[in-house]
């Protein structure tokens, strides 16, 4: 392989990630899209093949990959243990905040979680041109449709997205500096100020994955999230376990660390209006295994109860 054609796949491979990765909502996934694509856009420049705009080549192949991938995907899923939330992507909150900013949308977890609803077509379409802005005539092509189908499988899919996007707050100075009273509050086991932190109606997610301790189902509102939230902490506590604040998908987090440091888990406040609209934790060891060495909760946890005996 020559350096320009090592340079230009170098080039194309974050690319390549960002859709992939919003298309599946799935870290192992999406690495394994890019690594076939780039295999493919290699194999297309040893036949000689001319490519005009390595830029929608590459966007072509990640994404009827990607489609191919989110079918199959989806079958695994309707049979997940719990609530399935994507695998996370976690970063220092002083990494590069200009370019976070233009990207925290769409990287939410509760975006998406929300494009889980579309068909994969529609978010395909969705995602090419509304994040990554490609042209109706280029969407077209990728998905295998016309451009006015492809225009009409963008607008079904904006506006049930539209529906139930999640808001949040546009000052990201306000969301760090509530992120970080929500923390303090809870290592301080100062409830009732955290308490005073969240919406009436904030929501409570877990993905555990059925391989490590989380709740069954979202919680909603301030009383029984704030109950929860409480009793989640006081095992903490007990269990030692460390907190370090990350940005995960773009929004204010944190990771939580076994007393070796091995990663638990992590969390993801969404706030906006000046108060916390929503938390979500995922502790499925399988989704963390990308950010560092995980531990074993089910086992802090057993052996907490083997000294209450």
């Known amino acids: 392989m020559s350096t320009s054609e090592s340079e230009l796949l170098d080039d194309l491979r974050p690319r390549a990630f960002a859709i992939a990765y919003r298309m599946l909502g799935s870290v192992s996934e999406a690495e394994d899209i ?4 780039l295999v493919r856009i290699h194999q297309a420049i040893e036949r000689g093949e001319e490519i005009s705009s390595p830029r929608a080549y590459v966007g072509t192949i990640t994404t009827r990959l990607a489609i191919d991938e989110l079918r199959s995907a989806r079958a695994r899923r309707e049979s997940y243990v719990g609530e399935w939330l994507p695998e996370p992507i976690a970063e220092s909150p002083e990494d590069d905040p200009a370019a976070r900013a233009e990207t925290a ?26 994040v990554f802005h490609y042209g ?34 546009p000052s990201a100075e306000l969301r ?10 809870a290592e301080n086991g100062e409830f009732e100020a955290l308490e005073a932190l ?22 909603f509102g301030r009383v029984k999230v ?16 460390e907190l370090r604040r990350v940005n995960v998908n773009g929004q204010p987090g944190a990771e939580f660390l076994d ?15 000046g108060q916390i ?25 057993a052996r907490m109860r083997d000294s209450d005996n």
């Open 176 to 185: 760090e500096r509530l992120a970080d009273s929500f923390f303090a509050a």
């Open 198 to 219: 969240l919406a009436e109606d904030v929501e409570l997610h877990g993905d555990g994955g059925g391989l490590a301790p989380a709740i069954k189902r979202p919680a």
């Open 226 to 241: 704030v109950q929860m939230l409480r009793n989640w902490w006081r095992i903490s506590v007990r269990i030692g376990i």
């Open 277 to 301: 609209q929503a938390i979500r934790s995922i502790v499925n060891p399988e989704k963390l295994g990308h950010l560092g060495q995980v531990g074993d909760a089910n086992a802090l946890i």
């Open 105 to 130: 949308d769409s990287l939410s977890l509760a975006f998406l979680v929300l494009l889980e609803s579309l068909t994969p077509e529609q978010r395909a379409a969705l995602l090419l041109h509304d």
């Open 34 to 37: 890019v690594q076939e694509a």
């Open 259 to 273: 007393p070796d440091g091995r990663l638990i888990g992590v969390l993801t406040l969404d706030i906006a209006d």
């Open 136 to 169: 109706y005539d280029e969407v077209a092509e990728i998905v295998g449709t016309s451009e006015g189908n492809a225009r009409q499988l963008t607008s079904r899919a904006r506006q049930h997205v539209l529906e139930g996007r999640p808001r949040f707050e």
